[in-house]
Each structure stands twice: as C-alpha cells, then as structure tokens.
C-alpha cells in the first residue's frame, strides 16, 4: 500500500467524523495561537461535573481564526438507555434561538424592507392601540396611552415595553399566564393579535425588560417577507449555512439524537425534567415558531451560525448578512440609565441588537475582550463569540434550572487561558 493511498484512507476516516460532515475545519491549537496543553484543562473540568453526577451531559467546542481546536463530549444524552452523548446531539436551544431570529429580520433590513426606528404597528396593525399598565383600582387594571409607539429597534433590543409573563410576577406578567401567551399552540398571527390586546409592562424605551419580544420579531418577518416564518429561516439561514439540524422540532428519524433535559429531584440526584424531558414537545411540527425561545440545534449548527457572524455576515460562499450590519447588531444600543440598569444584573455589559455585548472587560470580572457578544437558552446552552480574539466558545447540556452551576464561566477562563499568541 503506497503512500497515496493511506493519505486517502485518512481523508476518508476524517469525512466520516461531525465536525468534517458540515465542512467545519479543524487545526492543532498551536497553528492559531492556542496551547493543546491548556486546552486539556477544560476536559477534566467538564467530566467532574459529570462523574460528581450534577450533569448528565454535555458537548463542548472551541474555535478561533475559523478553526475548530477543541470538540468533545461527555456523559449521556441519555441516563435511562445509557446512551451516550455524541458530537451530533440535538439540544434544545431555547434563548439561543434570539440571535437566529434577530438575524432574519436584519436580512429583511438590509432589503429596504424597513427602518429600525419604524413603529411595529406599521407592519403589524393590531399594536397601534397597544396601552401601557398604569395601575390596579378594585381589582381592575387600569391603563394609559403609550408615549410613542414601540419601534423594531426596541423589539430587537428588548426595550419595547413588554415582559415575558414567567420569569417575574407583575400584574402584567399574570395576564400573559391567564390568556395563555406563549402557549405555542395557536400561529403567530395569533399570538400578536392575542399580546396587542394586553398592556405593555412600562413606556416603550425607559427599559431593558427581558421579554416576548423576540417572539414577535417572528410575526414580523412573516408580515415584511411573506413567508412563514420557519420557512423563511428554513430557506435563507439554515440551508445556505448548512445548519442541518436547526429547526423548530427534530423529525422522526433523528428523535434518538434529542437529548433529555434533567433537573435536581428533592434528593439532589439527575431526574428527568417536567418540563418536556424526553422532548414530547419538539418531536412534531408546532402551530406557533417561537422565535424567542422554539428552536433546536446541534453543537455544529450554532457553530457554522456563529463562524458567519465572526466572519463579517458570510461563511463558506453563503452571504447572509453585510459586515457593517453585524458591526451595528454587536454594538451597545443602551443609552445612559437603560445601561446602568442592564449592567446591574448582566456583569457589566450592555445589549445589542439581539446579543448581551461586554462593554468594559474589567467591570465583567471574567477573562474576555471588548466587543464580545454572547447570549445562552434556559437549558443551559451558552455560546460567545470575540471579534478581536477570533474566537467561538460553545457549552452545549439539557439541564434545568438557568445558571444554577457555573460551568460557563469556567469554561470561559479556560478557554483564553489557553490562547498563548
């Protein structure tokens, strides 16, 4: 056997593995300015969390200058059927799925199609009589006028008024419960009609206010496209940048590649979740595509998302935003007290246009660059990417509750720990 044909048998063996399978390269960390021997500190990091039985599973990758230099899994996807986490396993994303469609509707920006300061209600009618919560009088709630109109800009950057009805108990948030917003089970049509008729929390602009927001981008991107909104991120984001996985449920043939979500039972043990943990609730097509919060991916589909963004909008021939369109989506949109008060509970940073971005690395008190834009889903799935570094970080597991351990942030120092150039 000659040389030529060991280097095709290599070739062949290397196709055959996920990270080649969607044309993802990989490079010894020392072509990029990384130490192979300081990366091997987020293994025995990771596995801990696993042997000391706080995690089930976990998939874990690193990249920078376009290479991927760490990919490893741990644990199970799986504890009852003992089957094993792989590099393809399909998460939950949950809030990882805010980026993609904050993406979408800037396609639809750089098209002329709308300006960011335009008031939603111009493309979706039902919220031009939206009020703002005023107070409560005999148990009736009582309203008053918006000062101006929420704008798309504010829907993108979460300071259009609204909340999301379960993180926080105002009267607001109980009628998002009692009319059942966020249901899933009626379109996106809807599910805006149905939020246009409940006040808004606070005047649209006087706050950054985690929400619904997100989710109404996806209404409308149907309204300015025409298309539904699954089908619209079906054909101009997940095929071109090959995101094979990515969706809003996983079809029949990859349901033993969905992960189960896992929490703490009374006893401190790994349990099956309640929340949708053999994943009942992503094994068939939904009537509502929430775009805040409905999405599922593997480790690779965020990456090849995440590598466009790095890249300036493009990866592998596949132009899906302009450059200067992602410098403006990463860039600090929290004037002066909307700032203040977003730093407060987010470490220091401050929030684009559809990505927490760190503004002053110091004030963080973790390892990092300014610039750096990141966001994480419910379930514990976390990715930031660092323009000046070149780099992708990507923490992929199916546990609940959000940040209950803080492997992220662990894994963040041993990620740049290890960049040496």
């Known amino acids: 056997m000659n040389f030529r044909f060991f280097r095709f048998l290599f070739i ?13 390269p990989v490079a010894k960390p020392e072509s990029v300015g990384m130490s192979s021997e300081r990366l091997k500190r987020i293994e025995p990091l990771i596995q801990k969390y696993v042997d000391d039985g706080k995690l089930a599973g976990v998939v874990s990758l690193v990249a ?7 990919f490893a899994k741990f644990g199970k996807a799986d504890l009852e059927t003992n089957r094993e986490m792989q590099l393809d396993t399909i998460f939950r994303i949950y809030s990882m799925s805010k980026p993609i469609t904050s993406v979408a509707v800037m396609m639809l920006y750089e098209e002329g199609r709308f300006l960011l300061d335009d008031p939603v209600s111009k493309y979706l009618p039902e919220f031009k009589q939206t009020q703002v919560f005023a107070d409560t009088s005999n148990g009736e709630v009582r309203t008053k006028p918006q000062k101006r109109e929420f704008t798309v800009r504010q829907l993108l950057s979460h300071t259009a008024g609204l909340t999301y009805g379960f993180f926080s108990n105002t009267v607001v948030d109980s009628l998002y419960r009692e009319n059942h917003v966020l249901s899933g089970e009626v379109t996106l049509a809807d ?22 927001a ?44 969905l992960a189960s979500m896992y929490e703490l039972n009374k006893d401190g043990k790994l349990a099956v979740s309640e929340m949708d943990g053999k994943g009942a ?4 097509k939904p009537t509502g595509f929430s775009g805040g919060g409905g999405m599922v991916a593997t480790t690779s589909d965020y990456l090849r998302f995440s590598q466009m963004l790095l890249n300036g ?66 379930a514990n799935t976390y990715f930031w990417i660092d323009p000046e570094e070149e780099l992708i970080g990507l923490l992929m597991m199916q546990f609940l509750p959000f940040g209950y351990y803080k492997i992220r942030q662990e894994f963040q120092v041993l990620t740049y720990q290890a960049i040496v150039d």
């Open 191 to 212: 599910f805006t009609k149905k939020l246009a008729e409940i006040p808004l929390l606070m005047q649209p602009g006087e706050a950054w206010y985690y929400s619904v």
């Open 313 to 378: 909008g493009e990866l592998d021939g596949a132009r899906i935003l302009g450059r200067k369109t992602v410098e403006l989506m990463t860039m600090n949109h929290l004037p002066g007290k909307l700032l203040n008060g977003f730093s407060s509970g987010r470490n220091h940073a401050g929030f684009g246009l559809g990505f927490r971005v760190v503004v002053d690395p110091a004030q963080t008190q973790i390892v990092g660059s300014n610039g750096e834009y990141s966001w994480s889903g419910m």
């Open 281 to 284: 609730a992503f094994q068939s």
């Open 12 to 24: 062949v063996a290397l196709l055959q593995t996920p990270l080649f399978a969607q044309g993802l």
């Open 214 to 257: 997100t989710d109404v981008l996806g209404r409308f991107v149907e309204a300015v496209s025409g298309q539904t909104f699954d089908q619209f991120l079906q054909e101009r984001i997940f095929e071109p940048l090959q995101m094979s996985d990515a969706g809003f449920f996983v079809p029949k043939d990859k349901h033993a590649r």
């Open 64 to 70: 920078r200058k376009g290479k991927v230099v760490h």
